[in-house]
């Protein structure tokens, strides 16, 4: 038997993910794309209402310019980590770029966001080596509903469980709470949220959170620190794409950012103030050991900064606002349930049924557009969604097509 044994097991893992019916590895093969959103599964066109490309940046002119420009100037692939054969100047332009746009003293970038949490996290909860003047005294605590790249980071720190919290979803009087039981027994604390919670599309009070913070920051020797991973909300929340911290007021000591949703390129990264960063680049085991995104993605993610930030960035903004709200005035009219009233591009349908969600996915699909079933256990039993997240490139037709569709097959589903 030997191997056999576990494969075994493996298998039989596999066939108990099909039962409950939250199985991923059939990924729907894109031959393509078109305009409008769309893209070509089996010569057939779809419009997405499931992408990240929130300003349809990914096919932006210019910014597949800036890929190839910095692809012939400095190959396809880094060649090393950074810090051992050094770091291509675009890599450089950018971090300045992201620390200029998030107006943060510096920036980093990684391989992806989920990257970037692991590595930010584990380096200023635990530090990396041994002799880390970092290890010990940290209370962490974490939002109940965090992305799992969080929640691996916490795990990958190892602390034991009497220096890990979770504060109820949202709730930041729970936080209050748990600050005040535990002051005086540690040293500091890490508060880590994302900013915009990517299953409904809410986002975290961060200037709320801020006061929290700052109200029981002398309670604790070395005070407490936030990182906020705003994934969802760099590029396309707020009216200039600052994300979570425009449309809040509030501030992260260590923002985490991807430029591969609404800056339509690939990566993570950090900005934050000097000393964080420069510890960073010592500690962060994903940064240091890890090669970054390649030279193309990093002249990418270079212009799509500057797109963001130029009339034409400004229109689409405006745009993906618009959509938005004609998205939610339409749906709504129709009869049919937003599960939260998200003001950013991710809008989820409450549907309240596993069974009638993934029929409702399934028909969608035959008339031609792409969205996202979402049930327990990503959401509570009931609380079965589908979540739809609009784009700048979405039309108004496009828009009513969707929501026409969706009356048809959501009443024969007796959804609505
Ligand atoms: C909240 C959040 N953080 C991090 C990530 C990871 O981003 P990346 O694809 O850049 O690793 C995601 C992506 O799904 C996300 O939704």
Same mark, same amino acid.
């Given at each position: 038997?030997?191997?056999?044994?576990?494969?075994? %097991?493996?298998?039989?893992?596999?066939?108990?993910?099909?039962?409950?019916?939250?199985?991923?590895? !059939?990924?729907?093969?894109?031959?393509?794309?078109?305009?409008?959103?769309?893209?070509?599964?089996?010569?057939?066109?779809?419009?997405? +209402?499931?992408?990240?490309?929130?300003?349809?940046?990914? +096919?932006?002119?210019?910014?597949? =310019?800036?890929?190839?420009?910095?692809?012939?100037?400095?190959?396809?692939? $880094?060649?090393?980590?950074?810090? #051992?054969?050094?770091?291509?100047?675009?890599?450089?332009?950018?971090?300045?770029?992201?620390?200029?746009?998030?107006?943060? /003293?510096?920036?980093?970038?990684?391989?992806?966001?989920?990257?970037?949490?692991?590595?930010?996290?584990?380096?200023?909860?635990?530090?990396? !080596?041994?002799?880390?003047?970092?290890?010990?005294?940290?209370?962490?605590?974490?939002?109940?509903?965090?992305?799992?790249?969080?929640?691996?980071?916490?795990?990958?720190?190892? @602390?034991? =469980?009497?220096?890990?919290? #979770? +504060?109820?979803?949202?709730?930041?009087?729970?936080?209050?709470?748990?600050?005040?039981?535990?002051?005086? =027994?540690?040293?500091?604390?890490?508060?880590?949220?994302?900013?915009?919670?990517?299953?409904?599309?809410?986002?975290?009070? &961060?200037?709320?959170?801020?006061?929290?913070?700052?109200?029981?920051?002398?309670?604790?020797?070395?005070?407490?620190?936030?990182?906020?991973?705003?994934?969802?909300?760099?590029?396309?929340?707020?009216?200039?794409?600052?994300?979570?911290?425009?449309?809040?007021?509030?501030?992260?000591? *260590?923002?985490?950012?991807?430029?591969?949703?609404?800056?339509?390129? /690939?990566?993570?990264?950090?900005?934050?103030?000097?000393?964080? %960063? /420069?510890?960073?680049?010592?500690?962060?085991?994903?940064?240091?050991? !890890?090669?970054? +995104? !390649? $030279?193309?993605?990093?002249? *990418?993610?270079?212009?799509?900064?500057?797109?963001?930030?130029?009339?034409?960035?400004?229109?689409?903004?405006?745009?993906?606002?618009?959509?938005?709200?004609?998205?939610?005035? =339409?749906?709504?009219?129709?009869?049919?349930?937003?599960?939260?009233?998200?003001?950013?591009?991710?809008? $989820?349908?409450?549907?309240? /049924?596993?069974?009638?969600?993934?029929? @409702?996915?399934?028909?969608?699909?035959?008339?031609?557009? &792409?969205?996202?079933?979402?049930?327990? $256990?990503?959401?509570?039993?009931?609380?079965?969604?589908?979540?739809?997240? @609009?784009?700048?490139?979405?039309?108004?037709?496009?828009?009513?097509?969707?929501?026409?569709?969706?009356? @048809?097959?959501?009443?024969?589903?007796?959804?609505?």
């Amino acid at each position: 038997m030997g191997k056999e044994a576990f494969k075994k %097991i493996l298998t039989e893992e596999v066939a108990r993910i099909d039962t409950v019916h939250t199985s991923k590895r !059939s990924e729907r093969v894109m031959e393509g794309f078109t305009k409008e959103h769309c893209a070509i599964i089996g010569g057939k066109e779809y419009t997405l +209402f499931n992408s990240n490309d929130y300003l349809g940046l990914r +096919f932006h002119e210019l910014v597949w =310019k800036g890929e190839h420009e910095a692809s012939e100037h400095y190959g396809a692939g $880094p060649g090393a980590v950074r810090f #051992i054969s050094g770091t291509a100047r675009v890599y450089k332009d950018l971090e300045r770029a992201l620390a200029r746009f998030h107006q943060r /003293d510096d920036a980093m970038v990684f391989s992806s966001a989920f990257a970037t949490n692991v590595g930010v996290i584990h380096a200023l909860l635990k530090g990396q !080596s041994k002799d880390s003047l970092v290890s010990g005294e940290t209370l962490v605590v974490s939002d109940a509903l965090n992305h799992r790249s969080i929640i691996d980071g916490i795990r990958v720190a190892g @602390l034991d =469980k009497t220096h890990r919290a #979770i +504060f109820e979803h949202l709730n930041l009087e729970d936080l209050t709470h748990v600050l005040k039981e535990n002051a005086g =027994k540690f040293a500091r604390v890490v508060v880590v949220t994302d900013g915009i919670f990517s299953m409904l599309g809410e986002y975290q009070d &961060l200037q709320k959170l801020q006061e929290v913070c700052g109200a029981h920051d002398e309670m604790y020797a070395e005070g407490i620190h936030t990182i906020v991973d705003d994934a969802h909300g760099v590029g396309c929340f707020g009216k200039t794409g600052r994300g979570t911290e425009e449309v809040t007021g509030g501030t992260a000591d *260590a923002l985490v950012g991807t430029l591969g949703k609404a800056f339509g390129a /690939d990566g993570g990264y950090v900005v934050a103030d000097q000393t964080y %960063i /420069d510890y960073l680049r010592e500690s962060a085991a994903t940064y240091i050991y !890890s090669n970054p +995104f !390649s $030279p193309g993605t990093a002249g *990418a993610g270079l212009v799509a900064l500057g797109v963001v930030d130029s009339s034409e960035g400004k229109k689409l903004l405006e745009q993906l606002h618009t959509n938005i709200a004609y998205f939610k005035e =339409k749906i709504q009219a129709a009869g049919f349930t937003l599960a939260v009233d998200s003001v950013h591009a991710i809008q $989820p349908v409450l549907i309240g /049924d596993a069974g009638k969600t993934r029929k @409702l996915v399934a028909a969608l699909f035959e008339e031609g557009f &792409l969205v996202t079933g979402i049930s327990y $256990p990503v959401v509570p039993q009931g609380s079965d969604e589908i979540r739809v997240q @609009l784009s700048a490139e979405h039309t108004r037709e496009g828009i009513e097509r969707f929501v026409e569709v969706s009356v @048809l097959h959501g009443q024969k589903l007796g959804i609505i």
